[in-house]
């Protein structure tokens, strides 16, 4: 049994979840998640940017964990960070946020906040300003020592927001490996050049 409790704790740096990706083929396997299949458009940009950011923290050393929205197993690891965007009506009354459950996130969600809101030219919501944002379904799975963050990286159904992210994923991908590299003290990975005179 507790062969089986070990095997059962995955290790890794990192963990990256591409929001609502796989759904709604994995949906029936996992009745205990809401079956929320994003916004229009989402589930195609998430998987963009999860890849992303896992290809330049593999590029620097760092292990990550690459999941799907629904994925099986319990993790141990520095950071985790789900991504999203956000979908809402009336559109364009949103934009940026971000979602954490434990005090301990916090650190992690100024650090990642302070460093997008200086970028992105939108509105940044308030930190766990819905109840999908604090309570993420997949916090539970993750025990995660330097912060668990649902990042929401802008609102999708606002057209001026979807334009500029449309251009700019794998620049908003690069960020956020530059700003777990940071939070966790590994790997190294330096600042993405095009931002790095805005800031
Ligand atoms: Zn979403």
């Known amino acids: 049994m507790l062969a089986f409790v070990l095997a059962a704790l995955v290790h890794a740096d990192v963990l990256v979840s591409a929001g609502h990706e796989g759904r709604p083929a994995s949906c029936a396997r996992f009745p205990q998640h809401r079956c929320n299949l994003g916004a229009a458009g989402e589930r195609e940009w998430t998987p963009i940017v999860a890849d992303e950011v896992t290809r330049v923290l593999r590029a620097h050393g760092v292990s990550v ?15 985790a960070v789900f991504i999203h965007f ?28 302070a460093l997008y809101a200086g970028i992105f030219p939108f509105r940044f919501m308030p ?8 309570d993420y379904y997949a916090f539970r799975q993750v ?16 057209p001026p927001q979807r334009t500029w992210l449309a251009t700019r994923l794998d620049d ?15 790997g190294d990975v330096p600042l993405p050049a095009k931002f790095a005179g805005r800031r």
């Not at 994925?71 to 950071?79: I, L, N, R, S």
């Not at 949103?94 to 990642?112: C, F, K, Q």
């Open 86 to 113: 956000d979908g809402i009506v009336p559109a364009c009354s949103s934009g940026a946020s971000i979602g954490y459950h434990h005090a301990a996130d916090a650190r992690a969600a100024a650090l990642w906040r």
């Open 172 to 186: 908003v991908a690069a960020l956020i490996a530059y700003d777990i590299s940071r939070t966790i003290g590994k």
């Open 127 to 134: 930190d766990n300003f819905t109840v999908g944002l604090r």
């Open 143 to 158: 025990d995660a020592s330097d912060g668990a963050l649902v990042l929401e990286l802008g609102e999708i159904s606002c």
């Open 65 to 79: 964990v690459r999941e799907p929205a629904d994925f099986e197993g319990d993790y141990a690891v520095d950071m």
